[in-house]
């Protein structure tokens, strides 16, 4: 199977985010995420996705018609807006560190970007799918921030529409 190359470019909105962009492309190349289903996920300059950092409200703005409520980040058509309060500070029922709530949060809306969706806890204490939304809560699950390997292999079949890119 073919790799298939995702293009992104990085539009921070916000003061003291100079580990953002970096912390993405990290997150993008590491062999534990969706590196594994063979996409080839970067940044460039004229790509036609756009990854933005930004304040709850700007956040709203970018992801209606969903509603983000000012504390949460999603995917909407090329977009991905990541909201600053969550990048700042994770959520208060996340139990690992900074890092690796920015890191599930990063591979669950890169995943949206890649065609995958919404998976449910499966069980009190089991891994938590990264396509959870663990910011919402944990409903018993275990905290992860790597897709898992049926996300993995689901992802890799390429055959979920990517989100549409600008001028499509």
């Keep these: 199977m073919p790799v298939i190359s995702v293009l992104y470019r990085v539009d921070v909105r916000i003061g003291k985010a100079e580990d953002f962009a970096p912390f993405l492309a990290k997150v993008m190349a590491d062999d534990h995420g969706w590196k594994r289903a063979r996409f080839d996920v970067r940044e460039d300059s004229g790509a036609p996705y756009r990854v933005v950092l930004a304040e709850g409200d700007e ?88 897709p898992l390997d049926d996300e993995i292999a689901r992802a890799a079949r390429h055959d979920l529409k990517l989100a549409p890119a600008y001028g499509e």
């Design 59 to 146: 956040v709203d703005e970018l992801c209606r018609p969903y509603d983000t409520g000012g504390k949460y980040s999603c995917q909407n058509g090329p977009i991905v807006a990541i909201n600053a309060d969550r990048w700042r500070d994770s959520v208060p029922h996340w139990p690992g560190d900074l890092a690796s709530y920015r890191t599930m949060l990063l591979n669950h809306e890169m995943g949206h970007l890649l065609g995958q969706h919404h998976s449910p806890c499966p069980g009190p204490g089991r891994t938590a799918p990264v396509m959870q939304q663990q910011s919402g809560g944990l409903d018993g699950c275990a905290a992860n921030s790597w």
